[in-house]
């Protein structure tokens, strides 16, 4: 696996608690995104950090926010959690950001929100 | 209508079947595509771009453009236990620093 972590690896949570997941790498690659995986749906991108404190909305950014204060980490909250956030949660990285370019995700993060 | 469109499967074959897995997609104004595979409980890796034009090969897995259908398959030969796996097409966002992702399928190879 590319150096790429994820904490925690599971959580479970209740409605309207907030909650931060943090994306760890050691490749240090500019280019970094969440994204949320369901059945049905794929993966779709939460957001993605273009370089420190550059951040971009992807196309399920409501609900989420996203800080990068280092080349290596990026940390996603869910600012109030709600049941429809339970899902499997994936960090990803690459060199260049291209749509070209491949992406190395890291090991996921399971969330359920009771 | 998604913009990139695959069966969720499960599809089921036998250990040494050749596999073919499809993807659709709406948008033709993109020059490549990828396959990522994806093990259960594992984030995904990428498994080979292909090209709008022409087939790509390695080693046992082919990928295939059809322009004018619009579709894309990829096969693999002598399928083994350990291909099974979720395998997901992706192709450019117009932004062209996403990716737009097809839902995957689920491919079970059985011994």
């Known amino acids: 696996d590319a150096g790429i972590t994820q904490s925690p690896r599971h959580k479970v949570t209740e409605t309207g608690t907030p909650v931060t997941l943090r994306c760890h790498q050691t490749e240090n690659h500019r280019y970094m995104y969440w994204y949320r995986q369901d059945p049905g749906h794929g993966l779709r991108l939460i957001h993605y950090s273009y370089g420190v404190k550059d951040t971009d909305k992807g196309e399920v950014s409501d609900g989420y926010s996203v800080s990068r204060s280092k080349t290596e980490d990026f940390l996603l909250t869910l600012e109030s959690a709600t049941s429809s956030q339970t899902s499997v949660y994936f960090c990803a990285i690459s060199l260049s950001g291209t749509s070209a370019d491949t992406q190395y995700f890291g090991p996921g993060t399971r969330l359920t929100v009771l | ?111």
């Not at chain 2, 002598?78 to 450019?92: E, K, W």
């Open chain 2, 1 to 111: 209508q998604k913009e990139v469109e695959q069966d969720p499967g499960p599809l089921s074959v036998p250990e040494g079947a050749i596999v073919s897995l499809n993807c659709t997609y709406s948008n033709s104004a993109f020059q490549y595509f990828m396959w990522y595979r994806q093990y259960s409980r594992k984030g995904p890796e990428l498994l080979m771009y292909t090209y709008s034009s022409g087939n790509k090969e390695d080693g046992r897995f082919t990928a295939q453009v059809d322009k004018s259908s619009k579709y894309i398959s990829l096969f693999i030969r002598d399928s083994q236990p350990s291909d099974s796996a979720t395998y997901l097409c992706a192709r450019p966002h117009r932004s062209n620093y996403q990716l737009i992702w097809g839902a995957g399928t689920k491919l079970i190879i059985k011994p």
